[in-house]
């Protein structure tokens, strides 16, 4: 439970992000002692940005400039994509044209849809540096920086769909869906959290969640409702993984194809229609939400994880990458085509969080028993073999190290809006971990460098428009403080120009490895292919796991390279780390891997052999809340930030945490 702006307490669970960081900062501080990471005074609460309705004489009702708004509904469907696929693009810009051209004959709940979009469209807007957009934005915020505020409450003035509830319509349902995500793109999750489930409820009344009552509609609404309950199954699993909460859409609730893979999808790689790329950008982010339901369900709502069970999950999630679209492969994603880039960015990193996901409680099992068997000497975590746990936590690294590289991608291209919960969320989780693997075996090479400085850059980036990235930006930041106090010379956190003919990594580096087996499994610095020897664009690329195995081997002659800090160059040093098809995750038949069944409940990641040190008074000491709060935390992919004293199997700690941090 965590302290909420309203003077009020709110649950945060199992697969939160927040839980996860809540189980680092007690780790860091029984074996590092307290610190501003591990103390800091914001971790009891939930942060929530507030907002105030303008006044009466801001809700003109007058809308901007047509080529204002082509602009901003434009950044609304471009930056969505892959998420939300709420509405025909085309019609919409029919409508939006006969708005201007002839105004009496537009509704007032289309006006209300309209103003939304313009809403979230200025939230998201990243136009290309120097454009004419880029001016039109510009001119936007300057003239008032409060200006998507004002589009959302005239929204909510001319047809409020909050009245509609008793009598909930299609339009009210997609209008409760943008006011969601307008929360989230405003640091307002508690009150996305709500309207998501309210309009999740509607949908329900209107029987949206079963294909048999799709006939009775005309084919455009029957695609109408079925993209907006798709859409609501995004939003609700995002919602429930972040929260660590109950999902609101049940799965086996619905019938037919109505989540299922829509026929008339086909995955051509040559495609070039951006509603082509729209509608399997939105199959791929389904399918993995799918993945996390099922995780959520069997892992976290139990409480406990297995390999047997890991196992059976992890095919579901290699069977992602067999049927990912090849124009939605990272390699695809250039700044030229934006609207494709984003659909790039939003799938796989929702892909790559669900692994994340899935593999993190092995990680952090791991991470534990490293720490207190090298630190604090216990012997409950006696050493190990190399086994199928350890190559989920391999598996962990690899999704984080993927995270990080592919929104660095997409910050390096210009095309990374500040104000993007999702992205936000999943690099700063990411980040997490491998923060956290640093942290347990200080000694960074260039790849760990490159990912934990690129994750703070990227961070305090968005920080800039967006409370949540400034708040993540800071944890990770005072994170690197204790890795660096650890009596090992400082590490350079500095950006690294990649080196493209070194055989081994910058001065000042060494090998690091990750939390996998006894005996040490290291990993180099991602390979260069040479251009001779370049993989096809969209073949298996050698993965880190087989570069790892000898560090001084590599393929075909193959240089190292750091992680690139500028841009993608034609001989890519990121070919190896964002092998989506190979993220290490083992195979049911891995002949390699033990066949036991390991497994541990969550409960025992809190058992630590010393009692958390008590803070000293001042700054850093815990609040009043601390003494009656307590939660669920546990090795999750989820939302907010930290962990207020939230501990699993409801144990409160000293020194707990409760960021509102990530998302």
Known sequence: MLEADAEDSVYVGDSATLSFLQLLRMIVETTAGPSPFSLD?????????????????????????????????????????????????????????????????????????????????????????????????ESLRLRNPDQSEVFYFTAKSLSNPLAQLEDAELWSIQALALMATYMLLRSRRNTAFAYAGMAVRSAYSL????????????????????????????????????????VA?????????????????????????PHHVCAVGLEATVRSCHVMGTILRTVYQQRKISTKLAQELADKCKEWSEHLAPNLHWRQASPDNVRQAIAILHCNVVHCHSIILLTRPFFLYLLSGEIQRTRLNSDAFPPRTHGRMEKFSDACMVASTHTVALVQHAY???????????????????????????????????????????????????????????????????????????GNPPVPFAPQEPNFHSESPPDGFSHSPTLSSGDVQRYPSVPTLPAATAAPAFGPMPSLA??????????????????????????????????????????????????????????????????????????????????????????GGGGGGGGGDVGLGGRARGGGSGDAADG
């Open 412 to 486: 390096e291209g210009g095309y990374l809006p500040r104000l993007n919960p999702f992205s936000t969320y999943c690099i700063f989780a990411a980040a997490l971990i491998i923060f956290a693997n640093e942290y347990a075996r200080p000694g960074s090479n260039a790849l760990w460098v490159q990912c934990m400085q690129h994750a703070i850059s990227i961070l305090q980036h968005c920080g800039e428009m967006d409370p949540q990235a400034k708040r993540a930006a800071y944890v990770l930041v005072e994170f690197r403080n204790v890795i660096q106090a650890q």
């Open 41 to 137: 005074p914001g971790r009891h609460r939930i942060h929530e940005t507030e907002f105030k309705p303008p006044s009466q004489a801001d809700l003109t009702h007058l809308l901007p400039p047509k080529g204002t708004a082509l602009i901003l509904v434009d950044s609304f469907f471009t930056n969505t994509i892959a998420l939300l696929d709420i509405f025909d693009e085309e019609s919409f810009l029919s409508s939006l044209d006969k708005c201007y051209t002839d105004p009496l004959v537009i509704g007032h709940t289309w006006l209300c849809q309209l103003y939304l979009v313009l809403a979230i469209g200025e939230c998201l807007a990243t136009p290309k540096p120097g454009s004419w957009e880029a001016e039109v934005i």
């Open 546 to 635: 087989a570069m790892s195995r000898d560090p001084t081997s590599s393929r075909s002659g193959a240089k190292s390279s750091t992680l690139a800090s500028a841009h993608i160059p034609d001989e890519d040093p990121l070919t190896g780390l964002l092998d989506l098809t190979n993220t290490m995750l083992p195979t049911s038949n891995d002949a390699e891997l033990s066949s036991a069944d390991d497994g541990f409940d969550f409960d025992r990641l809190w058992h630590l052999p010393a009692t958390t040190p008590l803070p000293s008074p001042g700054a850093l000491s815990p609040s009043p809340m601390q003494t009656r709060i307590s939660g669920a935390a546990g090795g």
């Open 249 to 273: 859409i049940s799965e086996e609730e619905c019938s037919g194809e109505i989540l299922a893979p829509s026929s008339h999808a086909q995955l051509h790689p040559s495609q070039p229609d």
């Open 207 to 246: 029987g949206m969640h079963r294909e048999e009552t799709l006939v009775i509609f005309p084919p455009v609404e029957q695609m109408a409702r079925r993209k907006l309950w798709r859409s609501l199954f995004i939003l609700d699993r995002f919602l429930a993984v972040s929260f660590g909460r109950p």
